[in-house]
């Protein structure tokens, strides 16, 4: 169940966190780079996939894509272009309360 008080910064992680449970099955060296990249950075302490997809300019989309992770309630949302073109442009600390109950009920009614 997603919790709809969450700032989009706790939200990216809860998607990259669904990513690494499913990646972290796979041997790694047939991954993607990115995916790989996710991985090492995952396990740093204060991971932050919001701070991830900036400095290496790329999207937890991408890896979606390439490595055919299996959709749950946040990477279903997450991979939902209008809400990826909603929230490109916020900061990592923005409530994300109205934007989710509004693609929840889009997506999921």
């Known amino acids: 169940m ?3 008080n969450m700032s989009l910064e ?3 992680n809860e998607v990259a966190r ?6 972290k099955d796979k041997d790694f060296y047939n991954l993607s780079l990115e995916a790989q990249m996710l991985l ?3 396990k740093q302490d204060n991971f932050s996939a919001y701070d991830f997809q900036e400095k ?6 991408h890896i979606l894509f390439r490595e055919q992770i299996s ?7 997450y991979d939902d272009e209008m809400f990826l073109e909603e929230i490109s ?6 409530n994300l309360k109205e934007i989710l109950i509004s693609h ?6």
């Open 2 to 4: 997603i919790d709809l």
């Open 10 to 12: 706790d939200f990216l």
């Open 18 to 23: 669904v990513i690494v449970s499913e990646l």
């Open 40 to 42: 090492i950075a995952y």
């Open 56 to 61: 290496h300019n790329l999207l937890l989309k």
């Open 71 to 77: 959709e749950d309630e946040f990477v279903k949302l």
């Open 89 to 94: 442009t916020l900061s990592k600390n923005t």
């Open 104 to 109: 929840c009920k889009r997506l999921f009614a």
